[in-house]
């Protein structure tokens, strides 16, 4: 096998080195099927055994009640930005809030503009997006069809570590970049979706769960596959699903039963690696200035400038040089971001922790 990076990138982002290998030695024959996952037709009963444990790995990982379908789609968060609000808006709804924390949430509400009235209850532009609102700074409608949030902006490096409190209001959350990170109270939640190629899996499948009576929200008169009801009713099988996304998804979650122990302890690692970037940056200041404000901090994307766009090609030169890889942050903020999803190993954390001491100490 060739020497592997440690791998920072946003998104699609390192996986589980075991579940590479499982997906590698089982990759030219299913046990007992004689076909490659990639090869079997989605209504086999091998492959259909798969998706429903796929479905209960997640049900048991996140409490998720019965009262909530669990879908498996397709198009990413982009498809999901339209798909909200034209399922949950219209006879139901007239309106819908959005709390704009980052450039994803922006992205959010654009496409949902499209689709019917949004309006903003918070927007954190005016300071770059480095913090997170209070639930009174929200301005909320009572009546509104739903409240949308992103929980973690991988851009801006700004995470909410609880949910807004909406009220009665169905809470949308796109949990793209965080999913799987925590436990989460999903009684809290209307609609939750994520695209898994951050902590669930590679590029290709989008998860959403999705509490029942919500469904009921969704006209006839949508185009079958973005109509949430149609998937639900159809087991997520109403086309052809992303087959080995969700085989890798099925991996994954049965990596974080039992060789991580469930989600508590997912969040406890994903604090110890955090705390390890963010003591460097508060331990250098002046060399290495955090984009988040320290309460408002992602445990998922670290964020941070050097001192000047010289240096910053430097580090980035020299940490490659060290296999520490994909680390330049987005261009609308500039500077390091380095994405320390659930997957990246405490090793990899230990070994950009070091590799910045040891810069700050020669610049």
């Known amino acids: 096998m060739t020497t592997r990076n440690y791998n920072f990138s946003a998104g699609p982002a390192t996986l589980p080195l075991c579940v590479l290998e499982k997906a590698q030695s089982e990759i030219l024959s299913l046990p007992g099927v004689g076909a490659s996952v990639l090869e079997i037709s989605h209504r086999s009963p091998a492959f259909i055994e798969i998706a429903q444990a796929a479905e209960a790995n997640l049900r048991e990982l996140l409490s998720i009640p019965d009262s909530y379908s669990v879908i498996f789609l397709q198009g990413g968060s982009r498809l999901q930005f339209s798909m909200v609000p034209m399922n949950l808006l219209g006879e139901h709804a007239n309106s819908a809030d959005y709390i704009l924390t980052g450039s994803w949430g922006k992205n959010a509400a654009k496409e949902a503009a499209k689709e019917g009235d949004i309006c903003v209850a918070w927007d954190g532009g005016d300071t770059n997006y480095n913090r997170l609102p209070a639930d009174s700074d929200l301005d909320l409608n009572p009546n509104a069809g739903y409240v949308h949030f992103t929980s973690n902006e991988t851009i801006q490096g700004v995470q909410f570590a609880n949910e807004p409190n909406v009220g009665a209001v169905p809470l949308v959350c796109d949990a793209s970049s965080d999913i799987l990170h925590r436990p989460l109270d999903i009684s809290k939640y209307g609609l939750i979706y994520a695209c898994a ?152 954390v230990e070994a950009l922790r070091d590799f910045m001491i040891d810069f700050v100490g020669r610049h």
């Open 197 to 348: 190629q951050k902590n669930a899996g590679p590029a290709g499948l989008t998860v959403v769960v999705m509490r029942k009576d919500l469904l009921d929200c969704s006209s006839d008169e949508l185009p079958g596959y973005l109509n949430y009801k149609t998937h639900a009713d159809n087991d997520s099988m109403w086309n052809t699903p992303p087959t080995f996304a969700i085989y890798m998804l099925k991996l994954i979650t049965d990596w974080l039963k039992d060789d991580i122990g469930g989600l508590q302890k997912m969040h406890d690692l994903n604090k110890q690696k955090a705390a390890l970037l963010y003591e460097v940056l508060d331990a250098n200041p002046d060399f290495y200035q955090g984009h988040a404000q320290p309460e408002f901090r992602s445990l998922m994307n670290v964020t941070f400038r050097l001192p000047d766009d010289e240096l910053t090609a430097k580090f980035l030169a020299a940490a490659k040089e060290q296999r520490l890889t994909d680390l330049k942050g987005h261009r609308s903020v500039g500077g390091i971001r380095a994405s320390i999803y659930n997957a990246m190993p405490m090793s990899g």
